[in-house]
């Protein structure tokens, strides 16, 4: 059964409908608004589009976005998300779209995917370094994806 990747960034709002087998079948893409309601209606959207678009049940939704993300899917401080301040995304957006909702540091979820299906497949250490709006890092470690303190 698919399911729904997002990455919110800085300036973009990203979301993929992915196959099992990592097969992208539809992308759509939105500016990342001002505000922390804005940003969670941004990421429902994208969400809902691409299951509207694709006319499918989807097993559920892991969003990557920028900043200190706690173990419990919230974020807790976003530097490139103005006044996004413990922000509960994981909860929220399970409740709104009535699926299960993963949500991790957007550098972390990308260190994870190359491990599971990118240039590390296989491998069970790696360190992925992001540069875009800000700059960050996944670290996988033993297999699993190292997080710190909190899940920082």
């Known amino acids: 059964m698919p399911a729904i990747g997002v990455d919110l960034g800085g300036t973009k709002c990203l979301g993929a409908l992915v196959d099992d087998d990592g097969t992208i079948r539809d ?3 939105v500016p990342t608004p001002v505000g922390a309601d804005a940003i969670l209606a941004a990421v429902e959207g994208v969400a809902q589009e691409l299951v509207g678009r694709a006319g499918v049940t989807v097993d559920g939704v892991g969003v ?3 900043g200190l993300v706690d173990r419990g899917g919230v974020l807790r401080f976003a530097p490139n998300l103005p006044g996004v301040i413990d922000l509960p995304v994981g909860a929220t957006l399970s409740d709104r779209l009535g699926l299960p909702v993963v949500v991790e540091n957007d550098a972390s979820a990308a260190g994870w995917g190359e491990r ?3 240039a590390a497949r296989g491998r069970d ?3 992925l370094v992001t540069l875009g709006t800000g700059i960050g890092g996944g670290i996988v470690v033993d297999g699993g994806l190292y997080r710190g303190t909190h899940g920082f």
Request: hydrophobic fraction near 35%; proline fraction near 8%; include cysteine.
């Open 27 to 29: 992308l759509h893409r």
């Open 116 to 118: 599971q299906a990118g």
């Open 125 to 127: 250490n790696c360190i």
């Open 64 to 66: 990557g976005v920028p």
